[in-house]
């Protein structure tokens, strides 16, 4: 029997958005880290492997759900998750278009400098940090002070 | 005691100490002084609660009785729990929370550091995730500190006095007994004793730059790792964390 390339796979996961900040995707935001076909006995098997972006994410489990679903939809019916704690998420594992596709939406992109580049509304380079904490668990909450907007960062890890 | 026995308990004191800790910090939610506080103290509980999944999740796979992380945090009573003293403790103002949370993470984040490299590769990939995070907790909880103790003449007075009413719970995490034993011959933990000097090292630069004295007595209250004896808080504790469990016991939804 054939079955769709792990590419093909990788393509459709692309299109599957993470719940909490749709505008980039599940492989944009590097958590899946690996598909791949395994061969048993009724046949193969799609092997799907994950790694949590923060340990009580309360969005893990619906990822997990959009991923089974998206890919059923696509036909594949023979389909495992795996969890996979190591190595741990980084967001080193940010996808360049997932960066770009953040800094368009208002949250200001990871930097390497543990700060945001430049504020995503105004491009303004007077910033303030108002709390290592946002509205999820992978965002700092800060300010520009030349448009006066607080924004979200998503802090290195 | 078998060497699964010995790990089982190991994996309860880490686990128990998140649980128990991370319920106590998410009490904040929706009172805090400001809403960022609010959502940093709800963020840190979240973390510590997901770092609970894994070590009773792994708890339950090595008992091997098909307990589930959610059945060990949710169907044990007070005499069952594994964690310090420490973490049980009524919240008290927001300075007592965040000192409290500080000697905790100093700890944490020193032991987790060790367990990165335990010979089993289960309890080294969780403490690689969670000493990640860990990390950014104890930069907060240190800065907290830091501001509030060397802040107002009040912000100042009332975290010496959290200090001192907390510092004589903070020995029984340097503990050992024979789970401990058990865990260093199989090279799964360290000795926690062994671990004393750098969270001494970490806690002064920390308190004296928040121009607080550290109490000079080591006399330690104890009981809770090996369960021996629970403050009365905890059971106060669980039953409200497990209230629904145990008014509708197996609700599910
Ligand atoms: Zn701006």
Known sequence: MTHPSTDTIWDWLDQVPDPEIPVISLVDLGIIRDVEWVKSEDGDELKITVTPTYSGCPAT?????????????R??????????????????????????????????????????????????????????????????????????????????? | MTDQDALFQFLLRMG?????????VSEWCGVSPVLEEDIALANT????????????????????KGRSADDLAFLRDVWDFRNVLLVELPNGDFGQTLMRQFLFDA?????????????DKRVADIAEKASKEVAYHVERSADTVVGL???????????????????????ELFESDAVDAAMVSAGIAPDPASLRDDYDTLIKRVLSEATLNV???????????????????????????????????????
């Open chain 2, 107 to 119: 700890w944490a984040s020193t032991m987790l550091g060790r367990l990165m490299y335990s010979s």
């Open chain 2, 215 to 253: 109490p000079a007595s080591k006399f330690t209250h104890k009981g809770g790792r090996t369960g021996y004896m629970h403050t009365e808080h905890l059971g106060h504790m669980l039953t409200q964390m497990q209230w629904l469990q145990r008014a509708y016991p197996g609700a599910t939804w």
């Open chain 2, 16 to 24: 128990d100490n998140t649980l128990v800790l991370g319920h106590r």
């Open chain 1, 61 to 73: 489990r619906i990822i997990n759900q959009d991923i089974e679903t998206a890919l059923r939809k």
């Open chain 1, 75 to 157: 036909g594949i019916d023979r389909l495992s998750l795996h969890r996979q704690l190591s190595p741990a998420w980084t967001t080193d594992w940010l996808s360049e278009k997932g960066a770009a596709k953040l800094e368009k939406f208002g949250i200001a992109p990871p930097s390497p400098k543990g700060q945001p580049e430049r504020c995503p509304n105004c491009g303004g380079h007077d910033l303030e940090k108002t709390s290592q904490f946002g509205s999820t668990p992978c965002k700092a909450l800060w300010r520009c002070k030349s448009c006066l907007e607080p924004f979200d960062y998503f802090k290195c890890i």
């Open chain 2, 149 to 171: 103790g060397d802040g107002t003449p009040e912000s100042h007075a009332k975290m010496q006095a959290a200090l001192d009413l907390l510092y004589p719970y903070v020995g």
């Open chain 2, 45 to 64: 509980a979240l973390d510590m609660i997901g770092q609970t999944q894994f070590w009773l999740g792994l708890a339950g796979e090595v008992e091997g």
